[in-house]
């Protein structure tokens, strides 16, 4: 049953419920799934069960219609503070933290938590974008994790823990959100009118590992044709990393003149290649195929040649990864595509007994 709407994570629900019931509400938290499964949304419906002005807190089930509510439906409330990335930015800036430097730790959400609350029982605060957390940034928050000002929730929302310093995962208790089933996720596609049938949803959902913004890339046709083609050159033992890196520079430019949204492109065509590698790997392991028929038949063509064994599958996925990280960690685009097909291509046709050699 959904959650005010909010479908898949009623697990969590509970677990807050139980919590709040005991008094015994954490002071800062990390939220931690795949995109688009609804941490943000489930984190500002937190907020308004919080700081909602006609029920209790432990109920988890805020009125919707008090003006502490709608205020934070609105992000109005002064009692909730949020910061997310902006969308120019590679790193969440100083500024919103511990404010500018002339207003340093007179303004920005750790001055904003440290203050008594105006209206509600709490403070609360959110950090959208934690991946994209530099260490100087993360090492602001630290003083606020270790001593957290009373009747104050930080909450931090990111795809993964391991994207965390060790000093601020110790201190925040982790709250893990897992992707949404298939049928909620089409459910959603078909209800938000993201989709144009349910036929289609069900094949969106299928491939998108649970995740709402991931299916929503997938919809888009470009994106769509070039993940055929793709999975046609990764499927043979010579893909023409040339030709890859032209088709899929034209799709990224094709996001937008941003740099985010062009790295956001980049990074999904990257994963693309992820799932095929990942899939690859349970091939070379004797494990079963997942993932839509166009997938299983590359996976099965390049299966009947594939040489490298389950070192060299795991390499390529390896490096997948790596791209990815360096697109976050704003290597210059063009760059990081071409390197990283190269690598791809290097890798391909390579006998197992020599890769074995190279890296032991």
Not at 78 to 102: A, C, H, R
Not at 131 to 153: H, I, M, Q, W, Y
């Given at each position: 049953m959904a959650w005010h709407g909010i479908l898949g994570h009623d697990d969590v629900v509970e677990q807050f419920r139980r919590a709040l019931g005991r008094g015994?509400?954490?002071?800062?938290?990390?939220f931690a799934g795949p995109e688009g499964v609804g941490k943000r949304t489930f984190a500002l419906k937190l907020a308004q069960a919080l700081l909602c002005g006609t029920r209790p807190e432990e109920a988890m089930d805020p009125c919707?219609?008090?003006?502490?509510?709608?205020?934070v439906q609105a992000q109005t409330h002064p009692d909730l503070y949020v910061v997310s990335k902006p969308p120019d930015k590679s790193f969440l800036p100083l500024e919103l933290l511990i404010g500018d430097k002339?207003?340093?730790?007179?303004?920005?959400?750790?001055?904003?938590?440290?203050?008594?609350?105006?209206?509600?029982?709490?403070?609360?605060?959110?950090?959208?974008?934690?991946?994209?957390?530099?260490?100087?940034?993360?090492?602001?928050?630290?003083?606020?994790?270790?001593?957290?000002?009373p009747r104050s929730v930080l909450i931090l929302i990111t795809t993964s823990p391991a994207k965390q310093l060790p000093t601020i995962r110790s201190r925040c208790q982790l709250i893990r959100f897992q992707g949404l089933a298939e049928d909620q996720l089409a459910e959603l596609l078909v209800g938000r009118q993201l989709v144009g049938n349910r036929e289609e949803a069900r094949r969106l959902a299928a491939l998108s590992e649970g995740g709402l913004h991931r299916a929503i890339e997938l919809a888009e046709r470009p994106l769509w044709e070039f993940r055929s083609a793709l999975y046609v050159q990764l499927a043979g033992p010579h893909p023409d990393s040339i030709r890859l890196a032209q088709a899929a520079w034209s799709l990224v430019q094709e996001a937008g003149s941003e740099a985010s949204a062009r790295r956001a492109r980049l990074r999904r065509v990257i994963q693309l290649a992820a799932d095929f590698y990942?899939?690859?790997?349970?091939?070379?392991?004797?494990?079963?195929?997942?993932?839509?028929?166009?997938?299983?038949?590359?996976?099965q063509r390049a299966g009947e040649w594939w040489q490298?064994?389950?070192?060299?599958?795991?390499?390529?996925?390896?490096?997948?990864?790596?791209?990815?990280?360096?697109?976050?960690?704003?290597t210059n685009q063009a760059a990081v595509?071409?390197?990283?097909?190269?690598?791809l291509a290097d890798i391909h046709g390579r006998p197992a007994p020599v890769y074995r050699e190279r890296v032991g």
């Amino acid at each position: 049953m959904a959650w005010h709407g909010i479908l898949g994570h009623d697990d969590v629900v509970e677990q807050f419920r139980r919590a709040l019931g005991r008094g015994r509400l954490a002071s800062s938290f990390l939220f931690a799934g795949p995109e688009g499964v609804g941490k943000r949304t489930f984190a500002l419906k937190l907020a308004q069960a919080l700081l909602c002005g006609t029920r209790p807190e432990e109920a988890m089930d805020p009125c919707r219609q008090c003006p502490s509510c709608l205020q934070v439906q609105a992000q109005t409330h002064p009692d909730l503070y949020v910061v997310s990335k902006p969308p120019d930015k590679s790193f969440l800036p100083l500024e919103l933290l511990i404010g500018d430097k002339e207003h340093r730790m007179r303004q920005g959400l750790c001055h904003s938590i440290g203050l008594k609350p105006f209206l509600g029982r709490r403070k609360v605060a959110i950090i959208d974008d934690a991946d994209f957390l530099n260490p100087e940034g993360a090492n602001c928050l630290l003083k606020t994790l270790e001593e957290p000002p009373p009747r104050s929730v930080l909450i931090l929302i990111t795809t993964s823990p391991a994207k965390q310093l060790p000093t601020i995962r110790s201190r925040c208790q982790l709250i893990r959100f897992q992707g949404l089933a298939e049928d909620q996720l089409a459910e959603l596609l078909v209800g938000r009118q993201l989709v144009g049938n349910r036929e289609e949803a069900r094949r969106l959902a299928a491939l998108s590992e649970g995740g709402l913004h991931r299916a929503i890339e997938l919809a888009e046709r470009p994106l769509w044709e070039f993940r055929s083609a793709l999975y046609v050159q990764l499927a043979g033992p010579h893909p023409d990393s040339i030709r890859l890196a032209q088709a899929a520079w034209s799709l990224v430019q094709e996001a937008g003149s941003e740099a985010s949204a062009r790295r956001a492109r980049l990074r999904r065509v990257i994963q693309l290649a992820a799932d095929f590698y990942r899939q690859l790997l349970r091939h070379t392991a004797g494990m079963g195929v997942a993932g839509d028929e166009a997938l299983g038949r590359a996976v099965q063509r390049a299966g009947e040649w594939w040489q490298a064994g389950q070192l060299g599958a795991a390499a390529c996925l390896d490096r997948c990864l790596e791209a990815v990280d360096q697109l976050d960690r704003n290597t210059n685009q063009a760059a990081v595509l071409e390197c990283w097909l190269t690598e791809l291509a290097d890798i391909h046709g390579r006998p197992a007994p020599v890769y074995r050699e190279r890296v032991g």
